[in-house]
């Protein structure tokens, strides 16, 4: 499931890629620096998003857990009223009993597994979710940092033969 912020920055790198070299020379190029500060920027934005989408899983996972504990209890009062309607008798009511054990374990069991098993995927899903912000937010933060450096290191439009007054951005002297 593709991000929006992994849509900004699929953006960002298609740009650079797409980016047409520099006059005289084979390892420049040239971007709209306006567009990608912007691109930049709205990735900026929509991390908060994301992090709205990790908290809906995490109360989605509560709510999981929460309906998993009724119908846990929902299996045990059955199992009761079943186990008083088998009792008639001594030796009737001690399998009803023992029935009426067997199932209460295995609801308690199975609404444990489930719980675990809740649990364990809302980890995953939140790691997983934290992985990808965490990188989109440190290749941002490099990306941000490379056209701050290639802005500050470049050559002025007067001495390479550019108009429009933009500097460029060298991308294979950042790698």
């Known amino acids: 499931m593709a991000t929006a912020v992994d849509e900004l920055l699929d953006m960002l790198f ?18 709209d620096r306006d567009k990608a500060l912007d ?5 900026k934005k929509q991390l908060p998003v994301d992090l709205a989408e ?5 109360s989605a996972r509560n709510e999981y857990l929460a309906a998993a504990k009724r119908e846990a209890e929902e299996i045990r009062k059955r ?46 899903l939140l790691r997983r979710t934290e992985d990808a912000l965490a990188s989109a937010h440190a290749e941002m933060r490099q990306v941000h940092n ?21 500097r460029m951005y060298d991308a294979e002297a950042d790698m």
Not at 39 to 43: H, N, P, Q, R, S
Request: with cysteine.
């Open 39 to 43: 691109l930049i920027e709205d990735a």
């Open 79 to 124: 199992a009761e009223i079943e186990a008083n309607q088998m009792v008639s008798e001594a030796p009737v009511m001690n399998q009803a009993r023992q029935k009426a054990r067997e199932i209460v374990a295995h609801a308690e069991a199975e609404a444990k597994k489930t719980c675990r098993e809740t649990n364990e995927y809302c980890v995953d």
């Open 14 to 31: 298609d740009m650079i890629d797409e980016a047409k070299n520099a006059a005289f020379s084979g390892d420049k190029c040239v971007i």
């Open 54 to 58: 990790a908290r809906k899983i995490l």
């Open 146 to 166: 490379q056209f701050r450096s290639g802005m500050g290191g470049g050559t002025s439009s007067s001495s390479s033969g550019q108009s429009g007054g933009s």
